[in-house]
C-alpha cells in the first residue's frame, strides 16, 4: 500500500489479556516509531527503529510493553497484562530519515480498549 | 519538557486569520506541525530547524524563535478544510532523529 497501515484498527480486550498491534510501514523507510495517544491529548512517543534495531525505547510505560521489527519492516507492539489505563490510540509512523524533511508519516493507529 | 501549546481551542469564520503558539523551556533543535482530523492520522504540515526559519504551505506558515524557543504556526485566509486538532512536535539535542514530543493539541473549528 501507499501508506503506513496498521491492524487491528480496533480492539477491546479484557483487563489481564495480552495484545499485539502490527504495523505495516511505507516500503523502504529506515525509522519507525510507537506513539500513544490518550483521548483528547497529543502523541507520547513510546519507541523508535532504525531497521530492525532499537535505538530508543525510553517511552515504553512499563515492562508489560515490548516492541519488535525483526526484519526490518514489520513491527509490532505487545502488551502483556493489559491494564484499564493502557486504553489509548496506538499511532505507528515511518520517516525515510535519508533527508532533512523529517516528515513522520502516520498510520490511523489502532484503538484499544481494556475493559 | 512537554511543550505548551496556545490557544486551547480557536472557533474561527471562514477567511478568518489565526495563529498558534507553542513554546518550550527546553533548547530545541527542530520544531514539527502536524493536523489531526478526528479518527485520522496526523499529517505533516511542515518542520522548522533552529535557525530562526520562516517556512510556508499556501496559506499556512510557520516561525521559530530560537533564542525563545517558541514556533508560530500562522493560518491565512482559512478554509472549511483548515478544521482539526494542531499540534506541533519538538525534537531537541542536536540531531535530526524525528523522536518527537508533542504539545497537547489545538483544536481549530472553522466555522462557514
Known amino acids: 500500500g501507499a501508506g503506513v497501515s496498521q491492524s487491528p484498527r480496533y480492539k477491546v480486550a479484557k483487563r489481564g489479556q495480552d495484545v499485539a498491534l502490527r504495523c505495516d510501514p511505507i516500503s523502504g523507510h529506515v525509522s519507525l516509531f510507537w506513539y500513544q495517544q490518550a483521548l483528547g491529548q497529543g502523541p507520547e512517543f513510546l519507541t523508535y527503529f532504525q531497521n530492525e534495531a532499537q535505538l530508543d525505547k525510553s517511552g515504553l510505560p512499563s515492562d508489560r510493553f515490548f516492541a519488535e521489527r525483526p526484519e526490518g519492516s514489520v513491527s509490532t507492539l505487545k502488551i502483556q497484562r493489559t491494564q484499564q489505563e493502557d486504553s489509548a490510540v496506538y499511532l505507528c509512523?515511518?520517516?525515510?530519515?535519508?533527508?532533512?524533511?523529517?516528515?513522520?508519516?502516520f498510520g490511523e493507529g489502532s484503538r484499544l480498549t481494556v475493559l | 519538557q512537554q511543550p505548551v501549546q496556545s490557544p486551547q481551542a480557536v472557533i474561527l469564520r471562514e477567511g478568518e486569520d489565526a495563529v498558534i503558539n507553542c513554546s518550550s523551556s527546553?533548547?530545541?533543535?527542530?520544531v514539527h506541525w502536524y493536523r489531526q482530523k478526528h479518527g485520522e492520522a496526523p499529517v505533516f504540515l511542515m518542520i522548522l530547524l533552529k535557525g530562526g526559519e520562516q517556512k510556508g504551505h499556501d496559506k499556512i506558515s510557520a516561525s521559530f524563535n530560537e533564542k525563545k524557543q517558541q514556533s508560530s504556526l500562522y493560518l491565512t485566509a482559512s478554509q472549511l478544510s483548515y478544521s482539526g486538532t494542531y499540534f506541533c512536535?519538538?525534537?531537541?539535542?542536536?540531531?535530526?532523529?524525528?523522536?518527537?514530543?508533542f504539545g497537547q493539541g489545538t483544536t481549530l473549528q472553522v466555522k462557514p
Open positions: 512536535g519538538t525534537e531537541m539535542g542536536s540531531s535530526n532523529t524525528g523522536k518527537l514530543i
Open positions: 509512523a515511518s520517516s525515510a530519515r535519508d533527508s532533512n524533511t523529517g516528515e513522520l508519516f
Open positions: 527546553k533548547a530545541l533543535y527542530s
